[in-house]
Nanobody, 125 residues
Framework: QVQLVEFGGGLVQAGGSLRLSCAASGRTFGTYSMGWFRQAPGKAREFVAAISPNGANTVYTDSMRGRFTISRAGAVNTVYLQMNSLKPEDTAVYYC??????????????????WGKGTLVTVSS
């Protein structure tokens, strides 16, 4: 069982940056692929990015590639999402997720074994 808690959401102006963190419980953090999703008001949940268990491989939704960067720190059981050049349309609740498999197709289909409760990011214009 893995428990995930997101941190770092808040209010930021358009063009600004924000770094989200997701702390994972358990001693097997290094065996899970980790990822981020988001859900804007009135819209479906959307895949953002994922990273392999060893951190060597990443996948991104095309619209966020180049602005968002996912990374992980095994020593502190944490995965990060660095978000730059934020836009009002990035406003959403951002969710952290963990999966026992490293399979990009699962991430793009929104399939993961464990989910956090989310953190709200609001980008003002």
């Amino acid at each position: 069982q893995v428990q995930l808690v997101e941190f770092g959401g808040g209010l930021v102006q358009a063009g600004g940056s924000l770094r989200l963190s997701c702390a994972a419980s358990g001693r097997t953090f290094g065996t899970y692929s980790m990822g981020w999703f988001r859900q804007a008001p009135g819209k479906a949940r959307e895949f953002v990015a994922a990273i392999s268990p060893n951190g060597a491989n990443t996948v991104y939704t095309d619209s966020m590639r180049g602005r968002f960067t996912i990374s992980r720190a095994g020593a502190v059981n944490t995965v990060y999402l660095q978000m730059n050049s934020l836009k009002p349309e990035d406003t959403a609740v951002y969710y952290c997720a963990a999966d026992t498999l490293w399979d990009g197709s699962r991430w793009f289909r929104g399939i993961a074994d464990y989910w956090g409760k989310g953190t709200l990011v609001t980008v003002s214009s």
